[in-house]
């Protein structure tokens, strides 16, 4: 399942949305977590039931655990069984039907090699911002159109019914760029220094290099080590494998078979 995140500067309608969107499901049938509260022991339990979960203002902090992060997010969006502690009482065990909904001043920065928690976001951006131009009966007057919002809303499902899946805006198209070079890094070097496919190979230490150069070049302070940016660049790339060669006698080296260095 497609999760949904709303971008924008502040006082661009984001919060108004939220609450509309809340007004129209009901309030017994939202939650509203942290992305940091998803790692804690019980920071799932509030999502049990619920049909959305609106998580208002995202941020991360440098103490943040992303990698735990992505994998909770892919989990619920997978729709996969989960084991939920519960304070006080017996775990639950069963599978979400909540859907993320993530508001935010600027994209979050959510590690994920693989690239595969950018791919299930649908990104709305918006653009204006009225601060300091506020209107403050906008929330009155909408939920006064709520019963026409949602007939618009269910001619927007029939729609997706027809069509079978989410069309992402073309107005977002670099944006969900952006969040996928956030997650992975490394995507993005794949993007720009290699080409990709099954006759092509480059030298481990060649492709780390040109890793490291890259990432200064992009102002990134930490590099990683060569053994961690294999198993990223396996996790980027699907099919590409580790093979030893011998050059100039009995020396052998390491080579990245699928890829080679543009």
Known sequence: QKMFMLIGPPRSGKGTIGRILAELLGHNNICSPTLNSLTGN???????GKLVAIVADARLGPRA???????????????????????????????????I???????????DASGAVSSRFIILKMTRSFLGLED????????????????????????????????????????????GDLSS?????IRDYCEVGGDCEVKVSTLFKAWQNWCR?????????????????????????????REGGKSRFRYFKGLKLI
């Open 42 to 48: 019980f920071g799932m339990s509030p999502m049990i």
């Open 101 to 111: 909904f993530i508001m935010s001043n600027e994209l979050p920065r959510i590690s």
């Open 65 to 99: 655990d992303q990698h735990q992060i992505a994998e909770k997010l892919l989990s619920i969006s997978g729709e996969d069984s989960q084991t939920i502690d519960i304070k006080f009482k017996t775990q639950w065990q069963g599978r979400l039907q909540t859907r």
């Open 185 to 189: 890094p490394i995507g993005a070097f």
């Open 136 to 179: 403050r009966g906008l929330f009155k007057r909408l939920k006064g159109e709520l019963p026409a919002i949602l007939n618009w809303a269910l001619d927007g499902r029939d729609r997706l019914n027809q069509r079978g899946f989410f069309k992402v805006p073309t107005s977002s198209e670099d944006t969900v760029q952006q969040l």
């Open 217 to 245: 070049e992009q102002g990134r302070d930490h590099t990683g080590i060569s053994s961690t940016f294999s198993k990223e660049l396996s996790a980027a790339v699907a099919g590409i494998s580790t093979i030893q060669k």
